[in-house]
């Protein structure tokens, strides 16, 4: 497991790069895990014996990649927290998918509705109301480049209302499409979270590092 890579600490933030595959919180597979890699950095980092405390605020799909925020207190974590439920944190994705979305720009409005095997589309009012934004941004060899803003936070709304569409994200099996990526992983990026901060209320803007392995070059495409 490479090293957790720290994109911005302070006295109530700690922002990091997930990188694929990894989930962001411990579960059945007893697999290395984002909060527990970010605990035992701060520990290192700041020489804190004890437990130590890390608020998680909100979630990335492990094979999905990109900025992950949590909270250093839990004042901080429940503010965070509240700017997520209150639509006040900004997500940005770029996601390449398999075919084209009809329409350059739009957005797309579904009602879906968790389960054991993925998320799905059902008729209005059986499951919860989900919007996002998306614009194409380049087009190459039968796939697309999008980026995303999203609206509502659903489990994996990105992936299932891409593929309500037609246009399933490269590599995600789960949801339609048509072969795994070489590293298993889904080529959806948070690409850019904006929020207040918890204390100084300052506007701040995270960004991803370019992921190794992303199946598009430029990641800013011109």
Same mark, same amino acid.
């Given at each position: 497991?490479?090293?957790?890579?720290?994109?911005?600490?302070?006295?109530?933030?700690?922002?990091?790069?997930?990188?694929?595959?990894?989930?962001?919180?411990?579960?059945?597979?007893?697999?290395?895990?984002?909060?527990?890699?970010?605990? /035992?950095?701060?520990? @290192? !980092? %700041?020489?804190?014996? =004890?437990?130590?405390?890390?608020?998680? *605020?909100?979630?990335?799909?492990? #094979?999905?990649?990109?900025?992950?925020?949590?909270?250093?207190?839990?004042?901080?974590? /429940?503010?965070?927290? @509240? !700017? %997520?439920?209150?639509? =006040?944190?900004?997500?940005?994705?770029? *996601?390449?998918?398999?075919?084209? #979305?009809?329409?350059?720009?739009?957005?797309?409005?579904?009602?879906?509705?968790?389960?054991?095997?993925?998320?799905?589309?059902?008729?209005?009012?059986?499951?919860?109301?989900?919007?996002?934004?998306?614009?194409?941004?380049?087009?190459?060899?039968?796939?697309?480049?999008?980026?995303?803003?999203?609206?509502?936070?659903?489990?994996?709304?990105?992936?299932?209302?891409?593929?309500?569409?037609?246009?399933?994200?490269?590599?995600?099996?789960?949801?339609?499409?048509?072969?795994?990526?070489?590293?298993?992983?889904?080529?959806?990026?948070?690409?850019?979270?904006?929020?207040?901060?918890?204390?100084?209320?300052?506007?701040?803007?995270?960004?991803?590092?370019?992921?190794?392995?992303?199946?598009?070059?430029?990641?800013?495409?011109?």
């Amino acid at each position: 497991m490479a090293a957790l890579q720290v994109l911005h600490t302070d006295n109530h933030l700690l922002v990091v790069y997930k990188p694929g595959g990894v989930p962001v919180q411990a579960d059945a597979s007893g697999d290395p895990d984002l909060l527990t890699m970010g605990k /035992a950095w701060i520990a @290192e !980092q %700041f020489a804190k014996p =004890g437990a130590v405390y890390l608020g998680l *605020v909100h979630r990335l799909d492990r #094979p999905a990649r990109g900025v992950v925020v949590f909270g250093r207190t839990s004042k901080a974590a /429940a503010r965070l927290s @509240e !700017q %997520f439920r209150e639509r =006040g944190v900004e997500k940005v994705y770029r *996601v390449v998918v398999c075919g084209q #979305p009809r329409a350059a720009t739009g957005t797309l409005t579904h009602w879906l509705e968790s389960g054991e095997n993925g998320t799905r589309v059902v008729p209005q009012g059986r499951g919860k109301l989900s919007t996002l934004d998306y614009r194409v941004l380049d087009r190459r060899g039968g796939l697309t480049l999008c980026e995303i803003d999203l609206h509502t936070g659903r489990k994996h709304q990105i992936r299932a209302q891409l593929a309500a569409i037609g246009c399933p994200v490269l590599g995600d099996l789960r949801y339609g499409a048509p072969a795994p990526l070489p590293d298993r992983c889904i080529a959806l990026l948070a690409a850019r979270l904006t929020l207040d901060h918890p204390t100084t209320k300052a506007r701040l803007q995270f960004r991803a590092p370019e992921p190794p392995g992303w199946p598009w070059q430029p990641l800013e495409p011109r």
